[in-house]
T-cell receptor, first 112, second 110 residues
Framework: KQEVTQIPAALSVPEGENLVLNCSFTDSAIYNLQWFRQDPGKGLTSLLLIQSSQREQTSGRLNASLDKSSGRSTLYIAASQPGDSATYLCAVYMDSNYQLIWGAGTKLIIKP | DVKVTQSSRYLVKRTGEKVFLECVQDMDHENMFWYRQDPGLGLRLIYFSYDVKMKEKGDIPEGYSVSREKKERFSLILESASTNQTSMYLC?????????FGPGTRLTVT
């Protein structure tokens, strides 16, 4: 059974730092991996989608990497800003079905 | 631009009431999903639908039902609301396994 883990559960860093959020999964037979952002009391916003055949995707200051064989993905945020404060979730689609398997999220606080 | 809308941002209902949560997507997606999100428990799938009039139970379907009469609309029904159904409800749609979410409905059952 696929399990998705995000470490750390919470992270607080000063503004301007570059940071890395981690996501690991136990079964490498994934179809793709998706990173989301959630602001308090709001819905989820899709940030990046990486197909299983890809190694990375970039959008602005965000870069997501995927190492399927080792069961890991990272979300790199460059030059962090207070507006980046949110909970970041990763989720994987398996080859076998249309359901996402979710990590518990990393709560990120960027201090001005 | 991708758009998933939910009928209410906040809803307060009484125990025993029948509650309808509506979700509409404008992307012609085949798949639609209902989740609930609770502190410490993360996102849990209630039901999903892969076509009109088709539905599949997720991880926590008890106490809920769904309806999908049109491709763009997926409704979640609480037949008799209970206090343990107080939660954030999130709707999503997808085509080729990339999910897009609505803004969520915060439901409080008193």
């Amino acid at each position: 059974k696929q399990e998705v883990t995000q470490i750390p559960a919470a992270l607080s860093v000063p503004e301007g730092e570059n940071l890395v959020l981690n996501c690991s999964f136990t079964d490498s037979a994934i179809y793709n991996l998706q990173w989301f952002r959630q602001d308090p009391g709001k819905g989820l916003t899709s940030l990046l989608l990486i197909q299983s055949s890809q190694r990375e995707q970039t959008s602005g200051r965000l870069n997501a990497s995927l190492d399927k064989s080792s069961g890991r993905s990272t979300l790199y945020i460059a030059a962090s800003q207070p507006g980046d404060s949110a909970t970041y979730l990763c989720a994987v689609y398996m080859d076998s079905n249309y359901q996402l398997i979710w990590g518990a999220g990393t709560k990120l606080i960027i201090k001005p | 631009d991708v758009k998933v809308t939910q009928s209410s941002r906040y809803l307060v209902k009484r125990t025993g009431e029948k509650v309808f949560l509506e979700c509409v997507q404008d992307m012609d997606h085949e798949n639609m999903f209902w989740y609930r999100q609770d502190p410490g428990l993360g996102l849990r799938l209630i039901y999903f639908s892969y076509d009109v009039k088709m539905k599949e139970k997720g991880d926590i379907p008890e106490g809920y039902s769904v309806s999908r009469e049109k491709k763009e609309r997926f409704s979640l029904i609480l037949e008799s609301a209970s206090t343990n159904q107080t939660s954030m409800y999130l709707c999503a749609s997808s085509s080729d396994r990339e999910q897009y979410f609505g803004p969520g409905t915060r439901l409080t059952v008193t």
